[in-house]
């Protein structure tokens, strides 16, 4: 409507043409492709750079480790499937956290809760004791997450404490619940997931089992095509009612990286990794991966509830006086940090091959964090989404992988990450300043 | 409080308040932040409330808006007795209020603010289109053009723009009272000038508008009426063209004009026009 009309026509003589020029995110003011990219561009240079930051540190990390890995293993298909699954926690943690980060909020116990979450569900599975099916110890692990988020949240909106203090008290009871629960059954602690049991064959297989490579091509296909289609028409539909869309050219870019990626995945995969014997095919891992990504990219990009944590970790004052029901988004919001951090404990249960009093709850989380502060989320609230956890936790995973390809020890493995974190904190806290100083100068 | 009966007898509205205030009292404890206030707003008219800080603008603001209920007196919307217990009470009448700096979410583009806690849904989801629609059409009609497109975030607007963006958001619900806290407080020439013709269009789209303001320059170019306010009593409310800086300067700080009798004198002064 706006589009053909007089509020492009008419500019405010305050603002310069070329300060606006960066504000605001090309896609919505551009025409063409050339135009977009311009304009990128320019946001790029004024410190805005959006997930850049993170896919040129993916790229780096995969020309370093290639060059310096021994037989320049680090891109070969065995390690990069490998890559994705010692990642998927990461991912699945850092989406987990999205939930806290985007309030505002932090939760510190993602990972012992999570993991936690791992024991009740490998514990449920055994076939000497418990004797659960699969899908009843995976729901039972994930609904006890959700319980715990739940009363977190609770302590956090109604007795108004502080988040960062309630998970942490969390954590730390979570770490003890997590050893009492190792210790049932005659496991001496370690419950595991080997054995022919079909119930603990199917947790194993959260992140070992693989898909057939005719089957994962043809749902790669089928996906990717849907995914196009929605794409294109839902931009075209845009363009077609004068609403604010992408350039054709922007949406045929997105629609052909989408595709070069899934193809890139579903191919390396499919490659025979195995040094003896066969061993191909995606691994379960990475669907379960995406589907999360999916669900909760719907939730927080086209639903009221995830308009509504977008809105509070903005400025939860308004929020308020738009009577939003803040106590509550927030509520929920740390029922689905923990829930999601229960299926990535399910992940690193089965990535364990079972569960061990070794797990490092209290490391696990910081990567969480660091991966989606990585991966573009920000501290602050407000910004964010969960692919950057996905981007994130691949920075953090490729760095773990690579240096243990290296025989890296593990206590540089440590101070990489730590100051990849350092840059990626930096890099938000000064494209916040930007944008406050920015708007500030033109009031 | 003689004397404000008096000043509303004598100028007789060209229509009916839209909403009348009778005998508003508010306390906080032992503080009586209004005391018997009376107050009318008149749809198409721009009333200034003004008033020295702690002088009850604010206090009286919310218990129009609902964020506090008073502890007596009486709210007549169109000559209808009403209850206001609540913000949802207010929204109900039509009554939308533009905080200064608490209406929008930094973070979200412009529709997604205008539609904040109303957003409409289809098959569950956002419906985007429409409401892109629906606000762009608010923004064109009223004028609100110097944003680049209305899908960038608030915080890529200038302060004016904010302003302006706010205010659109408070006439999109067939709101038929908008209350305007400080709408120019920081802001510059030039975008203040862009608010407050924005703030004419909407009372000559027959809204009641009742702005609150410090700025007296702000105030005698936008106001049709003057309601004062000194230390939680009304002291003088009448047509904007009774009043002069001085005696308006006078109310707000002393309460009262021709200082030797505050009260009783009023009618001489402003009752003609």
Redesign the interface.
Same mark, same amino acid.
């Given at each position: 409507m706006a589009r053909a009309e007089a509020p492009e026509t008419l500019h405010d003589p305050t603002a310069s043409a070329d300060a606006a020029a960066i504000e605001v995110p090309p896609e919505l003011v551009a025409q063409s492709l050339g135009e977009w990219f311009r304009g990128w561009w320019a946001r790029v240079r004024a410190g805005q750079s959006g997930v850049l930051p993170v896919i040129v540190g993916l790229v780096l990390i995969s020309i370093v480790f290639t060059a310096i890995s021994p037989k320049h293993l680090f891109l070969s298909a065995g390690n990069l499937v490998n890559l994705f699954q010692q990642s998927a926690v990461f991912m699945v943690l850092a989406m987990a956290e999205t939930f806290a980060l985007l309030l505002g909020e932090i939760d510190l116990s993602v990972g012992f809760v999570g993991a936690t979450g791992g024991v009740i569900a490998v514990q449920l599975v055994q076939p000497v004791t418990a004797r659960w099916p699969w899908w009843g110890a995976i729901v039972a692990a994930v609904l006890f997450c959700a319980f715990v988020g739940a009363l977190q949240g609770t302590l956090v909106t109604r007795l108004r404490l502080s988040s960062l203090i309630v998970t942490l008290a969390g954590g730390l009871i979570f770490n003890g619940v997590l050893l009492i629960a190792l210790a049932f059954g005659p496991f001496s602690g370690y419950p595991s997931l080997t054995g022919n049991n079909p119930n603990l064959q199917v947790l194993y297989k959260l992140m070992w089992g693989t898909i057939d490579p005719t089957i994962s091509w043809i749902v790669m296909v089928v996906l990717v095509g849907a995914l196009a289609l929605l794409l294109w028409f839902n931009d075209s539909r845009r363009r077609r009612s004068g609403l604010v869309a992408p350039p054709v050219g922007l949406t045929l870019l997105k629609i052909a990286m989408i595709a070069i990626v899934a193809i890139a995945v579903v191919a390396i995969s499919n490659i025979n990794r195995a040094n003896i014997g066969t061993l191909a095919g995606v691994p379960w891992v990475i669907p379960i991966v995406l589907a999360v990504l999916a669900v909760w990219t719907v939730l927080l990009q086209r639903t009221r509830f995830g308009r509504y944590v977008y809105a509070i970790g903005g400025n939860r004052e308004a929020a308020r006086r738009a009577g939003i029901k803040v106590g509550t988004v927030v509520t929920w919001c740390f029922v689905l940090c923990s829930f999601t951090a229960g299926i990535g404990g399910l992940l690193y249960a089965s990535y364990l091959g079972g569960m061990s009093n070794n797990v490092n709850g209290g490391q696990l989380v910081l990567y969480a964090i660091a991966a989606a502060v990585i991966g573009g989320t920000s501290l602050f609230g407000g910004r964010g989404k969960v692919l950057h956890g996905v981007l994130g936790g691949l920075v953090i995973g490729g760095i773990y992988n690579g240096m243990y390809l290296m025989a890296i020890d593990v206590q540089w493995q440590f101070i990489v990450t730590g100051l990849v974190l350092l840059v990626a904190v930096t890099i938000d806290a000064l494209s916040r300043r930007s944008a406050t100083s920015g708007s500030t100068a033109r009031v | 409080m003689e004397l404000v009966a008096q000043v509303v007898k004598d100028s007789p509205p060209a229509t009916d308040p839209l909403l009348k205030l009778r005998g508003i009292e508010k306390h906080f404890g032992p503080v009586q932040a209004l005391s018997n206030v009376d107050l009318d707003l008149l749809p198409g008219q721009i009333t200034a409330l003004c008033g020295d800080n702690g002088a009850g603008k604010s206090v009286l603001t919310k218990c129009i808006a609902g964020i506090y209920q008073v502890d007596h007196g009486q709210f007549f919307w169109e000559g209808r007795p009403v209850q206001i217990h609540s913000?949802?009470d207010s929204?109900r009448l039509g009554i939308e209020t533009v905080?200064q700096d &608490?209406? =929008?979410?930094?973070? =979200?583009d412009i529709v +997604?603010n205008m539609f =904040? @806690?109303? /957003?409409r %849904?289809r098959n569950? %989801?956002?419906d985007e289109?429409d409401m /892109? *629609?629906a606000a762009? +059409?608010t &923004?064109?009609s009223l *004028? $609100?053009?110097? $944003? *680049?497109?209305?899908?960038?975030?608030v915080?890529? &607007?200038? @302060?004016? +723009?904010r302003q302006s963006v706010a205010v659109a958001k408070a006439v999109m619900w067939n709101s038929k009272l908008v209350m305007l806290d400080e709408p120019t407080a920081? =802001? @510059?020439v $030039? +975008?203040t000038k862009m608010v407050l013709d924005l703030v004419r269009r909407l009372r000559d789209r027959g809204l009641a508008v009742m702005v609150i303001s410090h700025n007296l320059n702000d105030v005698f170019e936008v106001a049709d009426r003057l309601a004062i306010l000194h230390l939680g009593r009304m002291v003088a409310q009448d047509r904007v063209s009774a009043f002069d800086r001085q005696s308006v300067v006078e109310y707000m700080t002393t309460g009262g004009f021709g200082k030797t009798a505050p009260a009783g004198d009023g009618k001489g002064q402003h009752g003609s026009s």
């Open positions: - | 913000p949802r929204a905080y &608490l209406a =929008l979410a930094d973070n =979200l +997604q =904040l @806690g109303r /957003e %849904l569950a %989801l956002l289109d /892109e *629609r762009s +059409q &923004l064109a *004028r $609100v053009t110097t $944003v *680049r497109s209305i899908r960038q975030p915080a890529s &607007l200038s @302060g004016g +723009q920081a =802001l @510059g $030039v +975008q």
